[in-house]
Every structure is written in C-alpha cells, then in structure tokens.
C-alpha cells in the first residue's frame, strides 16, 4: 500500500510539473528594450503582425526565422500566420528594460531612460531633450 501511494504520490507531481510547464511556455516572448531575438518557425511565415510597432518590431530574415526587436517598453502581441491564413505564432510580447544597467529620470508626465554602462547616458533622445539641448546650445 504504501508503494501505492509513493507512486500515485510520484504521478501527482509529475501531473502538477506538466502544468506548470505549460502555463510558462504560454507565457509569451520576453525582449529587453533595443535588443533582437530570433524567432523561429515550425513552418514558412507569409504574413507578420505586431500588436503594436512601438513596443517591438519584427523583421523577416529568411521564410523561417523572424527576428523580433523591443522598440519600447510594454506588452503588445505578435500574430504570424502561414500562406493558408493558419497561425504559426500568436504570442503576447513583453518587452523590458535591463535592469542592471540603466536608470529611469521620471519629469512630470516624462519618462527618460538612461543606459549606465559604465557612464550614464541616453541613447535616444526624446522631443524634449533634443528641444532644451537646442535651447540651451542656442545661447552658447
């Protein structure tokens, strides 16, 4: 008997680790802001759709490989569909910063993120900054 219940023990768990499993590979794509990850297919993509082109893009490389690229920082989703119109990918993309190297200014309704490796600087300079760096340079 107890055998039995070691075993049904043993299943239990191997039932509840398949679960587990399942829901982290339907967890989606992670990307960090203004890095690629290559995507690969099971099967030739003809059409790509990315929720929203702000947060990540995705560009073909060759019929099975998608190179996805976080744009901004959120959650957005990517849809590639085969020439039949039947999905290959529909994934939710989540996209973040890496956060060991890089520190957020918050300015009122602003937000600048700054890469400090090893100096802090941005990489990419909002309407904002590039409007006050003008101004401050006109007066030079």
């Not at 890469?115 to 409007?131: H, L, N, Q, V």
């Amino acid at each position: 008997m107890a055998k039995l219940n070691w075993y049904l023990g043993l299943a239990a768990l191997a039932a509840s680790s398949g679960l587990a499993l399942s829901a982290a590979a339907g967890a989606g794509i992670e990307v960090t802001m203004n890095h690629a990850k290559i995507v690969k297919l099971a099967r030739a993509a003809d059409t790509i759709v990315v929720g929203n082109p702000a947060i990540a893009d995705a560009s073909v490389q060759d019929a099975t490989t998608v190179v996805l690229t976080g744009k901004g920082f959120g959650v957005t989703n990517l849809v590639i569909l085969d020439e039949t119109g039947n999905p290959i990918v529909d994934e939710q993309v989540t996209v973040t910063r890496s956060a060991a190297a890089s520190v957020r200014i918050y300015r009122r309704s602003e937000v600048q993120t700054l890469s400090c490796t090893p100096y802090c600087e941005s990489s990419y300079k909002s309407d904002a900054e590039r409007i006050s760096e003008n101004e401050m340079n006109a007066g030079q």
